[in-house]
C-alpha cells in the first residue's frame, strides 16, 4: 500500500514571516534613532555626563567643607572624597568643558552649610550621598549604553558611601 503524499509545504518563508520581519525591521531602526541623533543642542548622553559631573563636583565641595571643618574625620573621609574626586574625572574624560545645565548647581556655587556636630556633617553628607545614588539611578535609564554603565557604577558607589557614612565603616 503507499504512502500518502506528504502535504504541499512552500518553500522559503512564509507571507507572515517576512510581514513581521520587515515591522520588527522597522520597529529597530526607530528605536536607534534616538534623542542623541538630530536635533540642534548637545545629545541626551553628554547633558547627562554634564549634569553628573556638575552634581559630582557639588559633592566634593561639600566633602571639602566637612573636612575643613572637622580636621578630625580626613582619615574617615579621605578615600571617599578621593572617590567621589574620581567620579569627577570619570564623568568629565574625554569631553569638551560646557555651560552647566539647568538645574544643577554651578561650580561657583556655596556649598551647603556645615553641620554643627560631625554626626550630623556625617549624617549630611549621607543623605547628600544617597539623594544622588537615587537620581543617578532614575537618570541611567535616559542614557545608551556605557554611560548607563558608569551612571550605574557610580550610583552604587554613592549608595556605598552613604552606608559606610551612617555605619561607620570606614574607620
Do not use: N
Amino acid at each position: 500500500m503507499p504512502y500518502p503524499s506528504p502535504p504541499r509545504i512552500p518553500s522559503g518563508p512564509r507571507r507572515r514571516t517576512l510581514l513581521a520581519s520587515a515591522a520588527s525591521a522597522a520597529l529597530l531602526a526607530g528605536c536607534t534613532a534616538g534623542a542623541d541623533s538630530g536635533g540642534t543642542g548637545p545629545s541626551a548622553t553628554v547633558r547627562a555626563r554634564a549634569r553628573a559631573a556638575g552634581d559630582s563636583r557639588e559633592l566634593l565641595a561639600r566633602y571639602d567643607a566637612v573636612l575643613a571643618a572637622f580636621p578630625g574625620l580626613t582619615g574617615r573621609l579621605h578615600p571617599l572624597r578621593t572617590e567621589v574626586a574620581a567620579h569627577v574625572a570619570a564623568f568629565t574624560q574625554g569631553t569638551t568643558p560646557t555651560a552647566t545645565p539647568s538645574g544643577s548647581a554651578s561650580p561657583s556655587a556655596s556649598p551647603s552649610p556645615v553641620p554643627a556636630t560631625e554626626k550630623d556633617a556625617l549624617a549630611s553628607l549621607a543623605a547628600a550621598e544617597r539623594t544622588l545614588a537615587d537620581r543617578r539611578a532614575r537618570e541611567l535609564l535616559d542614557v545608551p549604553g556605557e554611560p548607563a554603565r558608569l551612571l550605574a557604577s557610580v550610583a552604587a558607589a554613592g549608595a556605598a558611601h552613604a552606608y559606610l557614612l551612617t555605619t561607620g565603616g570606614t574607620k
